[in-house]
């Protein structure tokens, strides 16, 4: 079974989402840059093993990095899952995870990389806004993109109703994902696209649902 390790920093809903779905995978360990992370509890609630590496505590993003990785080399973990993980990582991490670390991100990207998405996206007036599970690079909210969600922006919308149709999505997407990653059905292309081998209706349907899906 695939050992991974679930990064957070925050209230953890999407951590618990994983948890939830009983996927064929080992979850070694939360770790958290922030100790008062409401999802750390949650997780020991569960009897996963939960870290805090405290980015407060180290000199600098390297040093840091370095203590990140440690830990999850020390878990044995194969799969690096960013779960509302608030740190940027340097490049040299990123690049030595590479192929092994996802994220989450409430927008379709490449549209609204960067923070408060919800606002941003109410802001430009889409019709359409979502999230994306993809394999992290070195750019800030980029790379091969896994799997996405699209939900309708409706006229009354504001940031909160927009982040909780949107949240559902993530809840259901994020562990479809590593369903995938778990099954070895997850192809990297040359050209750095995601390709989902033995794709049937079904998983096409996953992989861009209907509208109406909220
Ligand atoms: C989610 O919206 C995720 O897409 C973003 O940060 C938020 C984390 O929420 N990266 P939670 O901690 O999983 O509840």
């Known amino acids: 079974m695939k050992k991974i390790v679930i990064l957070i920093s925050g209230r953890g809903s999407n951590m618990q989402a994983i948890l939830a779905a ?21 997780a020991e609630q ?22 990140l ?24 991490w990123v690049n030595r995870h590479r192929g092994r ?4 991100h409430p927008s379709l990207l490449p549209a609204f990389a960067g923070l408060h998405t919800h606002r941003r996206a109410l802001e430009a007036g889409v019709k359409v ?23 309708p ?26 369903r995938w990653i778990c099954e070895g059905r997850l192809e990297l292309t040359p050209h750095g696209r995601v390709k989902l081998k033995h794709a049937q209706a079904a998983d096409r349907a996953l992989v861009s649902p209907a509208l109406d899906n909220t």
């Open 153 to 178: 922006v409706l006229p009354d919308d504001d940031e909160e109703s927009l982040a909780a149709r949107v949240l559902a999505q993530e809840h259901r997407i994020y562990p479809q994902a590593l």
């Open 101 to 104: 670390l996802v994220n989450i």
């Open 22 to 42: 009983r996927l064929p995978l080992e979850v070694a360990a939360v770790i958290s840059n922030e100790p008062s992370a409401p999802g750390l509890a949650a």
């Open 46 to 67: 569960q009897g996963i093993s939960t870290r805090v590496v405290d980015h407060r505590a180290y000199a600098d993003r390297a040093a840091f990095d370095a203590a």
């Open 69 to 92: 990785a440690s830990e999850i080399e020390g878990c044995g973990a194969e799969l690096v899952v960013l779960a509302g993980f608030m740190r940027i990582l340097t490049d040299e």
């Open 129 to 151: 806004h979502g999230c994306t599970v993809h394999f992290v690079t070195p750019r800030l909210d980029h790379g091969p993109i896994i799997i996405q969600a699209a939900v």
